[in-house]
Structure formats: structure tokens, C-alpha cells
């Protein structure tokens, strides 16, 4: 009996080839023999060269960094921080990363969802979430390469982004894991930037720049949120991963990180264009997708009818298995949506899967 050749397009993560195994290996060797004690001690907030490094990047001091065990945990800090005494509502994108709504909804917040377009999320609707009752508390939002959709917010609506939330009292988190990896086209400025600091939280993660294993992610934080937010770092796990912080130090100060940045962008561009030709090819007459400018993930619709939730099964059996839209959503069209990630599969894999997978919701849709 064969055995189906498994081609997932479930996970947003680099591929083994991907990963800089060389560089990290010489990386902790030089972190335990410059700063032994600190690479293997407790770093309150972090180990103290990773924020100086990323601080220098961000235009902030080091106290403004808070380092975590991922970026998803930054998030759920936030979240605990805003809304676990007191509850309220946060605004989010729709679609939007599903592990955030859970994290919300775990801490007790209602959630707002805000549609998203081929160009982002709107600035006037937006606005018009944030002046409904009662009036959010935070607003999330992935501006560049956006999980799932894969779009990205334009600068001008940007600006008036940050202006509308800061009118209306509502901290704005930007979340940017994804936004280092740029296939084409110019780099709008972050909503970070363009606030100062004062009314953004500005996390990121070196998962998807570097390894998913190194667990390291940051927050840029307002002023005013250094010291809640280190008490609930310092309450949950007195400091996060010293020694792989103390790694990725020596890694991005050795010069390091950029070159791999490089890389694995131009990997991912191949990736990306390889499942865009086999979307083309392949799926129903009538599915829709927004080519990524960079990240990990297309975020495709099928032509009305279809249920990605039902024809789930079916591909999970033909080793073509994703991430079905409803995960993201509550809305009718997460119905009919899915996300395929291209980060962990080579492109004559993207090409067999993808052909696959189309087969399979092609003859369903003519079902």
C-alpha cells in the first residue's frame, strides 16, 4: 500500500533549509564564552544585550523592551494586563490571527471585528468600531503581510490610524512578526513610527527571521506600561529564556541577522510565486487571493457555495491539509476562505500540493 507523500500548508514557519544552523551553533558558543553568568542566569525582562540590540533598531532605551517566549506571549500579556480585572472590548481585523482571538476571549474581552480589504483594514470603519459602545480599550492590528491575508496598510491610512486611536483613547498593538520579509515593493513606515510610542505597542519575533525554536519575541512598550508589564513578566516566569536570548544576542550583533533576513526572503519569494502560478492553474473558477507583497501566507476564497470546514477532511487524506477560514473569522465568507502558508514547503512540493488540493476542491465545487 503507498503511502500519500504529505505536503502541509498548515504552518507559518521556515523550512529546515531555512533555518541558520551554522550561525546559531557558533552563536552559542560565543554567547557562553563572553557572558557565561548571564547566558545561564535569570534576565528580568530579558537578557539585557538582546534589548539593547533591539532597542537601538526601535529608536527606544532598553527599559522600553520587554523580551518574551514568543511574540503570541507578549500578546497574552497585553491582553491579561487590559482586560483580565475588568473585561472590555478590543478591536481586531477580520479576518484576524486566530491564537490572538483566543487569547482575548480568554482574559475575558469582547472582540470587534473590523473587515479587512485587499488594502487593509479601513481607516473610516475602524473609526466608526472605536466610536461604538462601549468604547474599546485596545485595538490589534497586523499592518504588513497580515495573517492570514496576507495584505498590507498602506501608509497614508496608517497615519490616520494612529491618529484615530489616539483621539479615542484606544491603545493600538501592532503586531509585526512578518514584516523584515519584503519580496517587492517600499516599506510603508510602522504605526510605531509614526505615534512615537506613546499609544503603540509595538511587538515582534525573531521566529520567523531567525527559528520558531529560539521562542524569543519582544514588545516595544509605551512608558507608562513598562512597569505593569514587567510585573506580570516577572509574576509568570521571574525572566524568559536567557540562553536563547544570549544566542540571538551574539547572533545579530555578530552581523548575522541581516544576511540570513536576506536569505530566507529570497527563498520565500520563490515559494510565493510558485503558489501563486499553481492558484492560477489549479483552483475553481472564481477563487479570489491578494498577492502577499512579502510574509508567509495567501489567504484564498472560494467561489460562493463552498465550505472549506467540510472539505477539510478530504484534503487532510489527500496529505494536502490547511488551515480552514472559520478559524479566523465568525464571518460568512470565512466560510469559504482558507489559508495555505508557502514557508515550509519547496516549491516542487507547493507545485504537486497545490495541484492536489485544487483537484479536490474543483471537483466539489462542481459537486
Known amino acids: 500500500m503507498s503511502t500519500i507523500t504529505q505536503i502541509p500548508f498548515t504552518r507559518g514557519v521556515p523550512s529546515a533549509d531555512l533555518l541558520p544552523v551554522d550561525d546559531l551553533k557558533q552563536a552559542a558558543v560565543e554567547a557562553l564564552e563572553s557572558d557565561s553568568a548571564g547566558a545561564l542566569g535569570y534576565a528580568p525582562n530579558g537578557y539585557l544585550g538582546l534589548r539593547e540590540w533591539v532597542a537601538e533598531r526601535h529608536g527606544v532605551t532598553p527599559d522600553r523592551v520587554l523580551l518574551v517566549n514568543g511574540s503570541l506571549q507578549g500578546v497574552c500579556f497585553v491582553a491579561q494586563h487590559l ?13 484576524t490571527y486566530d491564537r490572538t482571538l483566543t487569547a482575548l476571549r480568554t482574559v475575558g474581552a469582547q472582540v470587534r471585528p473590523v473587515a479587512v480589504r485587499a488594502d487593509g483594514v479601513d481607516a473610516d470603519a475602524l473609526a466608526a468600531a472605536l466610536d ?28 490616520v490610524i494612529v491618529e ?15 514584516g523584515l520579509l519584503r519580496f517587492e515593493g517600499e516599506a510603508a513606515p510602522t504605526l510605531h513610527e509614526l505615534d512615537g510610542g506613546d499609544n503603540v505597542i509595538y511587538s515582534s519575533s525573531f ?8 521562542r524569543t519575541g519582544y514588545l516595544v512598550l509605551p512608558a507608562e506600561l ?48 510558485a503558489m501563486e502560478a499553481a492558484l492560477a492553474a489549479h483552483f475553481p473558477a472564481g477563487s479570489r487571493w491578494t498577492t502577499p507583497e512579502g510574509g508567509y501566507f495567501f489567504w484564498v476564497e472560494l467561489p460562493p457555495g463552498m465550505d472549506t470546514s467540510t472539505a477539510l477532511a478530504n484534503a487532510v487524506e489527500r496529505g494536502v491539509p490547511y488551515v480552514k477560514g472559520s478559524d479566523f473569522t465568525a ?28 483537484e479536490l476542491l474543483t471537483a466539489l465545487a462542481v459537486a
Open 83 to 95: 482586560f483580565a480585572a475588568a473585561g472590555g472590548v478590543a478591536v481586531v481585523e477580520d479576518p
Open 132 to 159: 461604538t459602545a462601549p468604547a474599546p480599550r485596545l485595538v490589534y492590528l497586523i499592518p504588513t503581510f497580515q495573517n492570514p491575508a496576507g495584505v498590507s496598510i498602506p501608509a497614508a491610512t496608517r497615519r
Open 164 to 178: 484615530v486611536a489616539r483621539d479615542r483613547g484606544a491603545l493600538v498593538l501592532e503586531d509585526d512578526p512578518y
Open 207 to 214: 521566529t520567523k527571521t531567525v527559528a520558531p525554536g529560539v
Open 226 to 273: 513598562v512597569v505593569p508589564m514587567s510585573a506580570i513578566s516577572a509574576n509568570t516566569y521571574i525572566g524568559p529564556n536567557s540562553f536563547s536570548e544570549a544566542t540571538l544576542a551574539a547572533y545579530c550583533r555578530g552581523g548575522r541577522f541581516e544576511p540570513n533576513v536576506e536569505r530566507a526572503t529570497n527563498a520565500l519569494r520563490e515559494r510565493r510565486d
Open 331 to 358: 464571518s460568512e465568507a470565512g466560510r469559504r476562505s482558507l489559508r495555505l502558508a508557502f514557508s515550509a514547503v519547496t516549491p516542487l512540493e507547493i507545485t504537486e500540493g497545490i495541484a492536489r488540493l485544487g
